[in-house]
Structures are given as C-alpha cells and as structure tokens.
C-alpha cells in the first residue's frame, strides 16, 4: 500500500526537511571569536527556555512506536493505553518539583555523574556501561527500524534506503550543534508532530461522521465501540495481563515512568540545560499538559480505525481501496499506515512530516545523549582526563557517529520487531527496577551506602527473574502466581528497596552516609505557577479516569 503522494504532499515534505536542516544548523553556528566548550555542545550553554524544554522533552520523547504502536494498541485494546501518557504527565510533575532540584543544584551533565557524586566511581561505570548499551542497541536500533517500517508500509521505501535515510537526516544537524540543535529544532517537530498528528485524527473521525465533524464521530466511535473506552480493566479481560486493573495505578507503570522521566539521560538532559531551575520547572510543567493531548492523536484514530473497518456502510463509502492492507486484531499496527491513505492531498504531507518528525527527533535526542554519556563518563574519566573542550567536543561528534553505524547495522536485523520489541521492553523491565531503587534511596535516604547501592542493583535482577520465570517454570511452588509483568516491576522494586536499606542499616547501624544528600523542605520549595499548573494537570487526569473508568 502507499499513499499516493503528489506534488503538495511531497513539496511539503521536502519543505519541513529543509526547515528542520536550516534551522540546526544555523543555531549550531558557532558565534564569532568563540569556539563551542563541553556547556555548549553537551548542555545548550544553560540556555533553553521553558517553552524549548517543553517541547523538545515530548519531540524526543514521541516516536513511530507512538505513532504506530499507540494507534495499533488503540485499535486492539481502546482507551486503556493512554494510561502510558496520563500517567506520564503526573510523573513529570513529580520529577519537577522533587527531583530537578538537587539535579541541577549539583550541575550534572549526565544522570551517571550523580551515581558518582552520591556513590562511587565504580558504580557510575558500571550504570554508563548500561544505558550506552541500551541506546544504542535497543533505542537507536528499535526507532530506526521501527521508522523504516512506516516508511517502507506508506510509501514502499525499501527498509535499507528507510535506515540510512534517517539516520542522515538526524545526523546532519545533531553531530554538529549537539543539545542546542537538538532542542531547537525539537520546537518545530512538536509543531509538525501535533499538526499532523491532529489532522489523522480530524480526518478518521470525519469520516466516521459521514461529515459531519469531529463531535459526530467522536459520539459514533463511543457509541459502536464502548469497550474500547474502559481505562481500568477487570481480570475477564484478555489484555488484563498487560494492563493489570487498578494495578496500573498504583503498581510497576510508576517504576516505568519514574525511570524513564527521572532518570533518563535523553530525557532529563534538556531539563539540565535549563537557564535555571524555575525555567526547567515550566518546561517540565509545559510537557505535562502536552501529555494530555497527546492520547488524542495516537490513540484516538486507532480506536476510529476499529469502528470503520468494523461498520459495513463506512466501508462500502471508502470504496475497494480501503480493503488494501487492512488491520486486524492479529496485526493492529497497520492501522495507523491505513488511516493515512485517507487524507487529502497536501494533508499526506504534513502527517508524513508529523511521522517523520517524531522519528528523527527522538534519534537525534538518543545519540546526543549517548555522546554525552560516553565523553563525561568514560573518555574524560579514564581515556583523556585533561581533555581540551575542542577534543571533547569532536569525541562527543565522533562517538555520535560510531553509535549510529551501529545502530543502523543493527537495526535491519530485528525482524519481527512486534516480538522483538515486546520482548526488549520485558527484558528492560528486569534491570530499571533496581536501578530506581538506587536512584530513590540515594536521592532522598541518606543512610544509603555505596555497597548497599552496589548489592541490590545486582540482587535486583535474580529477584525479577523469580517473578518472570517461577510462576511459569514452577508453578507448583512459586509465591506468586501469574503476576501481570507490570505488577512484577512493582514488587522487584519495593523488595529491592528492602534489600538496600536493611544493608545499608547493617554497615553504618543506623548512621547517615558522608554522601547522603541534605535536603530541607526549601529544597522542594516551587512557584505559584508550578503548584498551580500541576493541580491542574492532577485535576485533569482524574476526571479522565472518572469519566473512563469501566
């Protein structure tokens, strides 16, 4: 299937990619007699507004797993996976207000250093080892292939051609300006994303309609389709095992949240280059009520693509061409890709753009992050100590680079990325909880020790394998059994904590480590603003899940 491009389609396309080039390049122009430093290439100089932050916390956060995913995953199961975004929202307030503060009051570069700062050297390492790994195999790798995919399934680009392609792209503005190019060209993707993202919407719930307009569909899609409109589901349900009920609230979504939001390099480091904390704080504040919207445009035309292709007379309005590649149950992320066909000439354009954008801003961000964590904490901790900011910017480049050659031999090898991509995430799953254990107790415990740290991030992963295999692999005598994975993060967690504290009480009987952070209620002291924006976003989501709960 493509989606017939013509002129206007392609037009706009080629214009939003000379936009987004011309734009990185020109604000990663170096200004004259001043050559960039580490602040510059790694941090932005310390000079993004709330609104750069805002925006490029969700440019780099929305990908073709969104795009794709979310909309297949409303097609299959409704309503339910917007819980991944609403929930999100709350979490990012908790970031803001709880862990920004003493992020940036220490000056971080990366999430790795302030192991070091509150731990040790070692443990630092070991975490860098980690997460350069992740990005490179796991995130570069799964979003370029998940973007050739989309590419390869709207306009019949032959995979190979789709990786290179935007790895190009990404790499043409990002290797050279680093987080400033990064985070201003993010300003306008979010534009292309939303835009885009709104007009599928318009268009499939249109359609829906008749033409009647979007408030018509809306009330045909909930009308034909009320299952799919239940936020918490009971244990009769088939995807209960991956959306556990009340679970979700109150179990393993916050270990994957709070580590993703909280502690991860690529998301965390635009905050970090913030002019100053209250400027981060409203970036932060910005993208958590972009989070609310943001189910509207990846969920909603997934739950529209269900009731179109299930209502006879819709179909037989869209005429043959609507039985070309059609989604079902089995392979719900064709829906997206199928939605696009629809949309007039010109509006292909922008939504392609909008697709486009979610994937190269989210690797741009990635291999921004990668450089940094690799130049902070390896190059200039073992390799070149005394390192010129010159050098440290072109290892920065070049380890950009060398993980993008990486990823894009890696990517075309994950065929099958529904499993593949289900199975990296479980697998994800088994090493974050301990890690968040780590990062909670060394934030806000100051009887917290190095060894303890050291101890239950290691105990961590046996701990999440008992409740991955035991009850499958022993049944018989397993304590818990058929817990949702989910819920399984929640458990490892909590009983990781347990193991750390109950250590680190051992060491020092009781007594505060000598790098355990102060913290004071001024500590967590934010504006009007910020209290105000998040009652509002907390008010939000639980009028939504009020309004959706069965």
């Not at 909309?71 to 309503?79: E, K, R, V």
């Not at 910005?286 to 209502?311: R, S, T």
């Not at 894009?408 to 099958?416: D, K, R, V």
């Not at 993060?489 to 009983?495: D, E, F, N, P, R």
Request: net charge neutral.
């Amino acid at each position: 299937m493509t989606t017939h491009f013509e002129f206007w389609d392609y037009f706009i396309f080629v214009a939003y990619a000379v936009l987004i080039l011309g734009v990185g390049l020109w604000v990663s122009r170096d200004k004259e007699g001043h050559q960039k430093n580490a602040e510059d290439y790694f941090l932005a100089s310390k000079s993004l507004p709330w609104w750069a932050i805002g925006a490029s916390l969700i440019a780099a956060n929305i990908s073709a797993e969104q795009f794709i995913g979310m909309s297949g995953s409303g097609f299959a199961l409704g309503l339910a996976i917007a819980s991944y975004e609403w929930m999100a929202a709350i979490t990012l307030i908790i970031v803001g207000k709880y862990f920004l503060p003493i992020f940036i009051e220490k000056g971080l570069y990366t999430i790795p250093e302030f192991v070091e700062k509150r731990f040790s050297t070692n443990l630092k390492t070991i975490l860098a080892v980690f997460w350069i790994a992740l990005y490179v195999f796991v995130n570069l790798a799964s979003v370029l292939y998940l973007g050739s995919l989309a590419l390869e399934t709207i306009m019949g680009i032959p995979m190979m051609y789709g990786v290179i392609g935007l790895a190009l792209f990404a790499a043409a503005y990002s290797l050279y300006g680093g987080l400033s190019a990064v985070a201003w060209t993010d300003v306008i993707q979010v534009i292309f994303l939303v835009l885009g993202g709104l007009v599928t919407t318009y268009i499939a719930l249109n359609t829906v309609s008749g033409g009647e307009g979007v408030i018509s569909g809306i009330k045909i899609v909930y009308e034909a389709a009320p299952d799919r409109f239940t936020m918490i589901f009971d244990k009769s349900n088939a995807y209960y095992d991956m959306l556990p009920g009340i679970g979700v609230l109150i179990g393993g979504m916050w270990v994957a949240n709070l580590y993703y939001w909280g502690f991860n390099q690529y998301i965390i480091q635009r905050t970090l280059a913030a002019k100053s904390l209250k400027e981060a704080q409203k970036g932060i504040l910005l993208a958590a009520f972009l989070k609310l919207v943001i189910p509207l445009i990846v969920v909603i035309p997934g739950i529209a693509a269900y009731v179109m292709i299930n209502d006879p007379e819709i179909m037989a309005r869209l005429g043959d061409s609507a039985l070309n590649n059609l989604p079902s149950l089995e392979q719900a992320d064709k829906a997206y890709p199928w939605l696009l066909q629809f949309l007039p000439t010109g509006m292909k354009g922008i939504a392609f753009a909008a697709l486009a954008a979610a994937i190269v801003s989210s690797l741009a961000s990635m291999l921004n992050s990668t450089s940094t964590i690799f130049t902070m904490d390896i190059y200039k901790q073992y390799i070149n100590p005394k390192a010129t900011d010159r050098a440290t910017v072109n290892v920065g480049r070049l380890s950009a680079a060398a993980a993008l050659i990486i990823a894009c031999i890696m990517a075309p090898l994950l065929g099958g990325i529904d499993q593949a991509f289900q199975f990296i995430q479980e697998y994800t799953g088994i090493v974050s909880p301990g890690i968040l254990a780590v990062f909670m107790l060394g934030l806000f415990w100051k009887k917290t020790t190095n060894k303890a740290a050291i101890f239950g991030a290691l105990v961590s992963v046996p701990i999440a394998m008992y409740f991955k295999v035991a009850p499958n692999g022993w049944s018989g005598s397993a304590i818990f059994v058929n817990v949702p994975f989910m819920d399984q993060m929640g458990y490892t967690t909590l009983l990781t904590m347990i193991v750390i504290a109950v250590y680190s009480y051992i060491q020092h009987k009781g007594a505060d480590d000598e790098k355990g952070i102060e913290i004071t209620k001024e500590s967590f002291k934010t504006s009007p603003l910020f209290n105000i924006g998040a009652f509002a976003v907390f008010l939000i989501v639980a009028a939504l899940y009020a309004s959706f709960w069965n």
